[in-house]
């Protein structure tokens, strides 16, 4: 069985991705920006880590097989309200957050010998969406660096993204606040619901599993079809 590593870990998509794994065999290290008072729990091994800080290397095996990184958020401005420190933050826990975590894992997954990466970007990347313009800049940034280390790690280590639509977690929670909310949301989906937790870990377990050696460098719509059909 193999060592995962799942960075946000303690609720929505990442969660459901380290049950996925750990119901497959695997080992999970899972971070959380809380401090647990048991070490392991659900099945994860905990490493308490906030997106701003360094990350402890010496937390994880020396072989580690693949990482998720499922910290995010969903900040919603029009463009002229957005300042400067908003997008600067958003950029820190997006972009700047895995930088810190990739730059500290590379020799590990590299010591796998086969690994796998998968980063999260948005459907609002290549679909434009009104008061997205802090998400989608700094998600813009995931899929640039995803293609750019599919190249340069390649062939020891695979980097693919998930650009999902709007899903049903608790970072989504104010967005889905109301039976009226979720009903438009799911009206504007050509398959007609809102994703959920389990749709977008499924492709993220496929993606970090040898089922998928020969994808690298992709972002994957996991979007109900929003981002290329008109209904």
């Known amino acids: 069985m193999k060592n995962f590593l799942v960075v946000g870990a303690s609720s929505g998509i990442g969660y459901s991705i380290a049950q996925g794994l750990i119901a ?31 990350f402890d290397i010496n937390a994880i095996p ?8 499922c910290v995010g958020a969903i900040p919603l401005k029009s463009f002229q309200r957005a300042s400067d420190s908003d997008f600067l933050e958003d950029y820190n826990i997006q972009v700047l957050g895995a930088i810190r975590v990739l730059r500290a ?14 980063l999260f970007s948005t459907v609002a990347v290549q679909t434009g969406f009104p008061m997205h313009s802090i998400v989608s800049s700094s998600k813009g940034a995931i899929e ?15 980097v693919n993204a998930i650009a999902p639509s709007l899903t049903d977690t608790p970072l989504a929670a104010r967005l889905l606040s109301s039976d009226e909310k979720r009903s438009a949301s799911a009206e504007r989906h050509p398959l007609g619901r809102i994703g959920t937790p389990e749709d977008q870990a499924q492709m993220a377990i496929f993606l970090l599993s040898s089922a998928s050696s020969w994808i690298t460098g992709q972002v994957m719509h996991v979007d109900g079809g929003i981002s290329n059909l008109k209904i």
Do not use: C, F
């Not at 999970?28 to 360094?54: M, P």
């Not at 640039?144 to 695979?158: D, K, M, V």
């Open 62 to 69: 020396n072989d580690l097989h693949g990482m998720a990184y």
């Open 144 to 158: 640039g660096i995803t293609r750019a280390l599919a190249a340069e790690w390649a062939p020891s280590i695979r």
């Open 105 to 118: 894992i590379y020799l590990k997954l590299k010591a796998s010998g086969n690994a796998s990466v998968v």
């Open 24 to 54: 497959q065999g695997h080992t999970v290290y899972g971070t959380s920006r809380q401090e647990r008072s048991s070490q392991t729990s659900n099945g994860i091994q905990w490493i308490q880590w906030e997106a701003h800080n360094a």
